[in-house]
């Protein structure tokens, strides 16, 4: 990326390193500076999340595109345990007949939240969420799309991203930008098994237990 958007990273960038060292010197050399090239007409925004916000800018500015969604929503991300609202939204876009997809991995590498997300996935998948268990391996991509805005970045869609961790998006706007991301994800959906894993009473009541957990997942 050129232009404006890598100005943001780097303010954030020099401002966590101030916040994790106290305000102490770096290396030499380690100082983030933008270039001065404008870049092009790709519209982008850089969206940092953390407990230091006021405000869960990035969970509530995802929980009201999903309102506002008319024709699709991919969601790609290794844990999947969204806040309440987060699965009031996504129900509410099944139900107005958007295309709401879920890529999820058959198995994570945390066997905790693969159980914990059960019962959120089950919930979805009986609203008309199209559910996708990526077979080949482990997915640590974090991105989605809604209608023509998509983003990528470190945030899992989970509590513990959206309303704990130190985390940025970054969102594009402009339908190229956001077509890119879509045929990626699109890309992944051949090797996957669609519908929410089986289980049985013990599983869910397991599931169940976990669920309480959650925030802490």
């Known amino acids: 990326m050129t232009g404006p958007v890598v100005e943001t990273y780097c303010t954030l960038f020099n401002s966590d390193w101030a916040m994790s060292t106290g305000g102490q010197g770096r290396p030499a050399g380690l100082v983030a500076k933008a270039s001065p090239e404008r870049g092009g007409t790709n519209v982008a925004q850089l969206v940092p999340s953390g407990p230091e916000f006021s405000h869960d800018v990035l969970h509530d500015g995802l929980t009201g595109a999903l309102y506002r969604a008319h024709r699709r929503v991919t969601i790609v991300t290794p844990y999947f345990i969204p806040t309440e609202p987060l699965t009031i939204a996504l129900l509410s876009a099944a139900r107005r007949g958007v295309d709401v997809r879920l890529v999820l991995p058959e198995k994570s590498n945390q066997w905790t939240t693969d159980l914990a997300r059960g019962v959120y996935v089950r919930a979805l998948a009986r609203e008309g969420v199209t559910v996708l268990r990526y077979q080949?391996?482990?997915?640590?991509?974090k991105a989605g799309v809604i209608?023509?805005?998509?983003?990528?970045g470190t945030a899992n869609?989970?509590?513990r991203s959206m309303q704990l961790?130190?985390?940025?998006?970054?969102?594009?706007?402009?339908?190229?930008?956001?077509?890119?991301?879509?045929?990626?994800?699109?890309?992944?959906?051949?090797?996957?098994f669609e519908g929410p894993k089986?289980?049985?009473?013990?599983?869910?009541?397991v599931e169940s237990l976990l669920r309480l957990g959650a925030p802490l997942l």
């Open 157 to 159: 869609f989970d509590i």
């Open 198 to 205: 089986k289980s049985g009473i013990f599983r869910r009541s």
């Open 165 to 192: 961790n130190f985390e940025t998006a970054l969102f594009v706007f402009d339908k190229q930008s956001a077509r890119k991301i879509a045929d990626w994800c699109k890309t992944l959906e051949s090797d996957c």
């Open 136 to 141: 080949p391996g482990m997915i640590h991509a």
């Open 147 to 152: 209608d023509d805005t998509a983003w990528v």
